[in-house]
């Protein structure tokens, strides 16, 4: 059994995985409401809550998986991307639970951990494949190989989808996090009421922009005045997740045609977004191709991703990891 650590942004989270990275048997997630005041994620806040709350996550982890260290004949741990001071905590925690049961150490890439979490939605799910990554950090296309390896096809030139997601809440004043938040706004609202923006839809490369997006709804508020943009709140926001919604759409089945791809896979955070949901599967039936989307709990930040990617990650024998950094990049 894998106990599997993520620590990279403001989940603290620990899962117990099954040795072949198919089935979680535990992934306890404890989202750090302390940022809410700031709009956004303060990264040594993160840092902080994740020392206070790291070997509770742990033990609840393996309690809700009926196991014991004992038990355990791994660890993994994210080591990048993410905040380094979020992630030398969940480090650091690994390190202490493998090197003192002298246990093998899994570093795992944050994005090919949300890439695994399709394996935990369907286990049957085998490579190749198509996948989107879309996050609050990260909005990428990769081309997963036979052997996992994953291949770059195309990234976003300035900011990520869910920034742009998170950043259009904020300018409308809505909640944080500005994701689930936009998303409960538009409901009842016309995604056809504005026409925001989609960046490069007419290119052949896969690349995403978003900038232009939030500028766009920027100036739509300044023409419209406070009194009307809370008049048009379910529609401003509806229109705009609609722009998010077709830029990554559009890009991902543009990627199945370049790559001529029966499978693609689409995980992140954004992953969780019903619109988003709803539209690719709509499309895929459309064209006999196949779709994986892990369950919300799986796209958001979770453990149980990092153990699904620790079996093809390389291992680390004791005492080997004692020297081993986490990297933000």
Known sequence: MILAIETSCDDTCAAVVEDDGRRALSNVVHTQTEHARYGGVVPEVASRAHLE?????????????GMTLEEITAVAVTVRPGLIGALLVGLASAKSVAYARRLPLIPVNHL??????????????????????????????????????????????????????????????????????????????????????????????????????????????????????????PHLAASYEAAVVEALSRKLLRAAEMTDSRSLVVAGGVAANARLRGRLRTECEKRGIGIVIPAPALCTDNAAMIGAAAPHSPKITFPGYLGLNARSI
Do not use: N
Request: net charge negative; proline share 5%.
């Open 53 to 65: 709350r790291i070997d509770g996550v742990v033990e609840k982890a393996l309690a809700d998986a």
């Open 112 to 233: 090919e951990g949300h890439v695994a979490a399709a394996y935990l939605e369907d286990p049957a799910l085998e490579p190749p494949f198509v996948a989107l990554v879309a996050s609050g950090g990260h909005t990428a296309l990769y081309s997963v190989g036979r052997d996992r390896s994953m291949s770059l096809l195309g990234e976003t030139l300035d900011d990520a989808a869910g920034e742009a997601l998170d950043k259009g809440a904020r300018m409308l004043g809505l909640g944080f996090p500005g994701g689930p938040a936009l998303s409960r706004a538009a409901e009842g609202g016309d995604p056809e009421r504005y026409e925001f923006p989609v960046a490069l839809k007419g290119k052949d490369d896969l690349d995403f922009s978003f900038s232009g997006l939030k500028t766009s709804l920027l100036y739509t508020l300044q023409r419209l005045g406070e009194e009307r943009v809370e008049e048009e709140l």
